[in-house]
């Protein structure tokens, strides 16, 4: 055997015992735990790639039930659809054969109203007809009643203003009957026309009239000179006669001395009370003559400067003008009454044809 050589290491080392050598160590252990760590890497390798593959079937899986769903969903949405076309063609069917069973029932029932309505149409123009006649005989009495009132109107108040309203409404009363009533028409309208001048108040002046008969004598009159007193006639039995007279006229006058009465003024409020009864007994040319000459005497012994003096002639005034206004034509309504009894006459004579 060759001898190794010495080295350092070889000579600073540890005397070996004798006969103790080391064991020498085994290659094939390092080769398994090789193999071992090999081996498990690849079944980590292949554990990983399982897992990846089994996630990727349950993605697939999913997908699918997904689908199958969906197309189950899909499938009972067409069975749906299909029941419920057919539940609507049955109501379409039923609403067809209901809809010709109430159009057969409007059309029998609109028959039986047609003749119902015809039959009464025949009845209400048999009532027409029967009370035709009292329609025109109630119009033809209405209008001789607007007439009579018109006539008296302005016969006895001149109240031509309400009498031509009551003409216009006998004309309107008068226009449902027809041509036959057209004479009488054209005779109201030829009064209403012929109708003019202010209506006269004869009661409100009659007491307006008679107050003033008895302010008159009372109101402050003018002041006589010493002179005029002087010639002045005494108080005698005539101005006792005349204020008796006076009291007998109803003339309330204010308890006064005999002295403060002016004759004048007292023989004014006298003509004012005949004034007064002339207006009622509808002589207004003789009333106003009256009225101007109580005016007269007024103004020439009434204190022009007294409130209460001025106010009795203004009224005098005003009470002159209204009797001077026109008077009212008076119309004569005889051709509308003969028009009118011309109407009933031959309604008279149509009945009597009917009959």
Known sequence: MMEQPSTPDTDTATPASPGAEKPPRPRGAGLALLVALLALAGAGGAGFY????????????ADLERG???????????????????????LRQSLEAQQ?????????????????????????????????????????????????????????????????????????????????????????????????GAHLDREGLALRLTQLAETLPELPRIKPSAEHAENAPAEGWWPRAKAWVGGWLHIERKTAPAAERDQALLEAANKLLQARRALLARDTPQALELVRQAAEAASARLDGHDTRALGALDELADITTELARPAPTMVDLTPAFTALRALRAAGEATTLQGN
């Open 50 to 61: 399982a897992w990846q593959q089994h996630q990727t079937l349950e993605a697939r899986i």
């Open 68 to 90: 199958m769903n969906e197309q189950l969903a899909q499938r009972a949405s067409l069975d749906a659809l299909g029941l419920l076309r057919k539940e609507l063609d049955s």
């Open 100 to 196: 010709q069973s109430l159009t057969q029932d409007t059309t029998q029932r609109l028959e039986a109203l047609r003749a119902e309505l015809a039959t009464q149409q025949q009845a209400l123009d048999a009532l027409r007809a029967l009370t035709g006649r009292d329609e025109r005989l109630w119009r033809l009495g209405e209008i001789e009643r607007l007439l009579t009132a018109a006539q008296t109107r302005l016969r006895l108040l001149d109240d031509t203003a309400t009498a031509r309203l009551l003409l216009q409404e006998a004309d309107r009363t008068a226009a449902p009957l027809g041509g036959e009533v057209l004479p009488l028409r054209e005779a109201l309208q030829q009064i209403a026309s012929g109708l003019n």
